[in-house]
């Protein structure tokens, strides 16, 4: 079966559904019948191809014109087609029908459709069709986070078992996908500290003994799960352990390497560290993170150690204080609420926020 087509213009139509963040990228994907993971190649390529639209000579102009004319004849030809398949599909099939039954709905006498497009579109009825989480799976996500905050050296194993005590029945198997979906491990000392790539290099730990004494000198990566009403976000920040202040942040709803990426470069725009550390997820053990980073050759590269469960323990307490005074105080539907609440507090706690561990000074 060949994949399916999308036109340019159905594909720009999704991707600034998804920039509008009105609604979450997986309830986007429910309601068109499309993998999460494609829409967000779309946006990604989108996002790339956009300077090149300002880049154009003058001298293009007439051979875009007629590429232009050309692409609007074949849409017009497309939608044509594509209205006939869907005129078709609205009068012979009926979704309580099963595959035996849909297949006998092949007219051999259509001559708008030839039989092999009635085929094609009847065994498509038959694939994937993404759906939105339900709420029981956002519920036990949710609660996952809130104990996880509470009790960031809790593994799975307790987690079930507390979970279970409040009523909610779920097996260790369970919990563990769940925790894996929300990219979070326990902190506690392990000989896995965290999932990675076991073929991706791990650099040691360089944080024993060091004295935390200058700005710059040490800066933390991580990434944290951002609850929504119906479905969560994913947050990556980078703090530098001396002054507490938060030097970038990037919020999505995938967990894909482009918002990692697109973190650090912000930062880099800032400053530069003496020491990046993160722990040893796959994410920052990938070659893109470690080859991004080894394009400042004065950055020493450093990875949660086994048996120091602390190493990044700053930007821990950076997202315990962020859940609990940004986060669970709000109840975020949409992805764009979610994004100009945490924009606000990330100002807030930058500029305006006391810190008790300076003596109840701001950090800027």
Known sequence: MKRKRYTAEFKSQIVLEVLKEEKSMSQIASEHGIHVNQIHKWKTQFLQDMPQIFEKQNKDLEKMKAEHEA???????????????????????????????????????????SISEQVKLLRSSFYYKPVLPSAEEVGVNHRIDEIYTQFPFF?????????????????????????????????????????????????????????ISRPNQVWSIDITYIRLHHSWMYLTAI??????????????????????????????TVN????????????????????????????????????????NIMIERFWRSLKYEGVYLKDYDIPRQARSNINHYMNFYNHERPHQSLDYQTLA
């Open 71 to 113: 692409q609007v004849e074949n849409l017009y030809a497309e939608v044509g087609k594509l209205t006939t398949q869907l005129s078709w599909l609205k009068k012979n099939l009926e979704s309580t029908m099963t595959k035996k039954e849909r297949m006998e709905l092949v007219d051999w006498n259509a001559g708008e459709l």
């Open 155 to 211: 593994g799975s194993r307790r987690i079930t078992q507390l979970l279970n005590q409040e009523g909610v029945k779920v097996n260790r198997k369970r919990v563990q996908r769940h925790m894996g979906e929300m990219d979070i491990q326990a902190i506690y000392p392990g000989p896995n500290l965290s999932k990675r790539n076991l073929q991706h290099r791990i650099y040691p730990s360089l944080l024993k003994g060091v004295n």
């Open 239 to 268: 703090i530098d352990w001396y002054s507490r202040y938060i030097i970038s942040w990037e919020l999505d709803q995938t967990l894909e390497m482009d918002f990692v990426l697109q973190t650090v470069q912000q930062a880099f």
């Open 272 to 311: 530069t560290p003496e020491i990046f550390n993160s722990d040893q997820g796959s994410r920052f053990t990938s070659p893109k993170y470690i080859r991004l980073l080894k394009e400042h050759p004065s950055i020493q590269i450093s990875m949660d150690a086994k048996g120091r469960a602390l190493d």
